[in-house]
Nanobody, 123 residues
Framework: VQLQASGGGLVQAGDSLRLSCVLS????????MTWFRQAPEKEREFVAA???????YYSNSVKGRFTISRDSARNTVYLQMNRLKSEDTAVYYC??????????????????WGQGTQVTVSS
């Protein structure tokens, strides 16, 4: 199983970005795909999760601004980030696990990780 994250960049506050995470080696079925982020000198934190039954979950800090979605045909999960803020600056990681977990917000639950993509939001 491999995860390939992309789409990060340098943007201004208020702008939008879309991150992509391509899954290879396995189908999504029965799993949870999640985005985490890690800012300098901070712990990795949960951002958003997508379960293959269609359920989505968001951290309070991004709810209403970010949207997680999936394209089954492309085996890809997206994170659409709107109204970006300087505090969104971090390295964003996609992660996956099978089967689903109720502790989707915990990085310890995930077996597979992408390489990370940098998002920098200037104010």
């Amino acid at each position: 199983v491999q995860l390939q994250a992309s789409g990060g960049g340098l943007v201004q506050a208020g702008d939008s970005l879309r991150l992509s995470c391509v899954l290879s080696g396995r189908s999504f079925s029965g799993g949870t795909m999640t985005w985490f982020r890690q800012a300098p000198e901070k712990e990795r934190e949960f951002v958003a999760a997508f379960r293959t039954n269609g359920a989505t979950y968001y951290s309070n800090s991004v709810k209403g601004r970010f949207t997680i979605s999936r394209d089954s045909a492309r085996n890809t999960v997206y994170l659409q980030m709107n109204r970006l803020k300087s505090e969104d600056t971090a390295v964003y990681y996609c992660a996956a696990r099978w089967p689903h977990t109720v502790a989707y917000y915990s990085a310890k639950e995930y077996d597979y990780w992408g390489q990370g993509t940098q998002v920098t939001v200037s104010s």
